[in-house]
T-cell receptor
Framework: AQKVTQAQTEISVVEKEDVTLDCVYE???????LFWYKQPPSGELVFLIR??????QNEISGRYSWNFQKSTSSFNFTITASQVVDSAVYFC?????????????FGQGTELSVKP | DTGVSQDPRHKITKRGQNVTFRCDPI?????LYWYRQTLGQGPEFLTY????????KSRLLSDRFSAERPKGSFSTLEIQRTEQGDSAMYLC?????????????FGEGSWLTVV
């Protein structure tokens, strides 16, 4: 069975602090894809990153970085020097190749609050 | 704007009425998805199309729900005889199927309130 767990329901930090959002997944597929999305109060899900299961290289994009570790089935997301505009709900999601990548399984989300 | 667009953004309806949501995907995308999200939860998959073919439907999609994508472009999601439990945000998304998986882009969602 496929499952995504985001154990942190809410995180509150002060601006300029670094923060890591955890994501643990379960799948029996050997080929799968992992995603992170940001959902600001407006409601739109904003795509941040997609990773496939064969690419364990960590990625950095500006203040964002992602740490993918197959050994622990984790795909954690770090924001460096957080800003108030980073306040949102962040979702980790999984899709499996056997579903032709057609269905995303989402975690319950982590609500990040960055205070000035 | 070349993103996924949804209409209406907000809908309030009385229980028992029918509602229809429309989704226009990103123009070159051949896949279109519908998800539902309730407060405090992650989105849940409802159904998806590849071109005009509906390839998968979730068990969440009861007989009162029907989705179409008649020409492989825009899609509609209709809910008949709405119930209060249908109150949620309905998200549409699209992607282009290709080698190495596909990136799924979401619209801003359509909020439904059933009173």
């Amino acid at each position: 069975a496929q499952k995504v767990t985001q154990a942190q329901t809410e995180i509150s930090v002060v601006e300029k602090e670094d923060v890591t959002l955890d994501c643990v997944y379960e799948t029996r597929d050997t080929t799968y894809y992992l995603f992170w999305y940001k959902q600001p109060p407006s409601g739109e899900l904003v795509f941040l990153i997609r990773r496939n299961s064969f690419d364990e290289q960590n990625e950095i994009s500006g203040r964002y970085s992602w740490n993918f570790q197959k050994s622990t089935s984790s795909f954690n997301f770090t924001i460096t020097a957080s800003q108030v505009v980073d306040s949102a709900v962040y979702f980790c999601a999984l899709s499996e190749a056997r579903n032709q990548g057609g269905k995303l399984i989402f975690g319950q989300g982590t609500e990040l609050s960055v205070k000035p | 704007d070349t993103g996924v667009s949804q209409d209406p953004r907000h809908k309030i309806t009385k229980r028992g009425q029918n509602v229809t949501f429309r989704c226009d995907p990103i123009s070159e995308h051949n896949r279109l998805y519908w998800y539902r999200q309730t407060l405090g939860q992650g989105p849940e998959f409802l159904t998806y199309f590849q071109n005009e073919a509906q390839l998968e439907k979730s068990r969440l999609l009861s007989d009162r729900f029907s989705a179409e994508r008649p020409k492989g472009s825009f899609s509609t999601l209709e809910i008949q005889r709405t119930e209060q439990g249908d109150s949620a945000m309905y998200l549409c998304a699209s992607s282009f199927e290709g080698m190495g998986g596909n990136t799924i882009y979401f619209g801003e969602g359509s909020w439904l309130t059933v009173v």
